[in-house]
């Protein structure tokens, strides 16, 4: 079955940097366009990027542009998310999920892991 | 910046029936949206109930059913459940040569 296992959350100071991984399995990781999503404490979700199957493409919400890069590692069914110049307000728990094209539709998000929390407080 | 609009709050009787919008600042929604939902309920991740619209995930009860009303996308509930309280997100797709991709705020559903 599909798993999504995010990982590499915790507590960092404002304007350093961390780096989250999202394990997949039960799914062929190279053939699925792959998103990360956010939501801050007792808020709404919110997109945060997106990267292409291959790796060839990617595309950030304004908010995190030109400070998170996204990244897959297809041999290690792995995604991750480069986050630096962490802010207060990038402290949410942090998802990812992968994005299924069916013809004329699309699927977004069909499965959840257990999310990480990253924490950016001095 | 693109604005994606839910209804706050609902609220439905058990047995019930209820319609859940999401709205777009950009104009009417249509089917290039890819309209997905998803339900959340407190301290738990979210969970997949609607994508492309109208479809179905395996594990989505019968009740629950979307469509486009009136330029927007619209989750119904029918024969509403007590366990279907929860809090209710749309997602839409935004597409050209900076896609986008937008949640609702959400509506928070009590079933009273």
């Known amino acids: 079955q599909v798993q999504l296992v995010e990982s590499g959350g915790g507590v960092v100071q404002p304007g350093r940097s961390l780096r989250l991984s999202c394990a997949s399995s039960?799914?062929?990781?190279?053939?699925?366009?792959m998103h990360w999503v956010r939501q801050a404490p007792g808020k709404g979700l919110e997109w945060v990027a997106i990267?292409?199957?291959?790796?060839?493409?990617?595309y950030y919400a304004d908010s995190v542009k030109g400070r998170f890069t996204i990244s897959r590692d297809n041999s290690k069914n792995t995604l991750y998310l480069q986050m630096n110049s962490l802010r207060g307000e990038d402290t949410a728990v942090y998802y990812c999920?992968?994005?299924?094209?069916?013809?004329?539709?699309?699927?977004?998000?069909?499965?959840w892991g257990q999310g990480t929390l990253v924490t950016v407080s001095s | 910046q693109t604005v994606v609009t839910q209804e706050p709050s609902l609220t439905v009787s058990p047995g019930g029936t209820v319609t859940l919008t999401c709205a777009s600042s950009?104009?009417?929604?249509?089917?290039?949206?890819?309209p997905n939902w998803f339900q959340q309920k407190p301290g738990q991740a979210p969970r997949a109930l609607i994508y492309?619209?109208?479809n179905k995930h395996s594990w989505t009860p019968a009740r629950f059913s979307g469509s486009l009303l009136g330029g927007k996308a619209a989750l119904t509930l029918s024969a509403v459940q007590p366990e279907d309280e929860a809090e209710y997100y749309c997602l839409l797709f935004y597409g050209g040569a900076q896609p986008n991709w937008v949640f609702g705020g959400g509506t928070k559903l009590t079933v009273l």
């Open positions: 492309g619209t109208t």
């Open positions: 039960g799914f062929t990781f190279s053939t699925y366009g």
């Open positions: 999920g992968r994005e299924i094209w069916y013809g004329e539709s699309r699927e977004y998000f069909g499965h």
């Open positions: 990267i292409w199957n291959d790796g060839s493409k990617t």
């Open positions: 950009t104009g009417a929604v249509t089917s290039g949206y890819y």
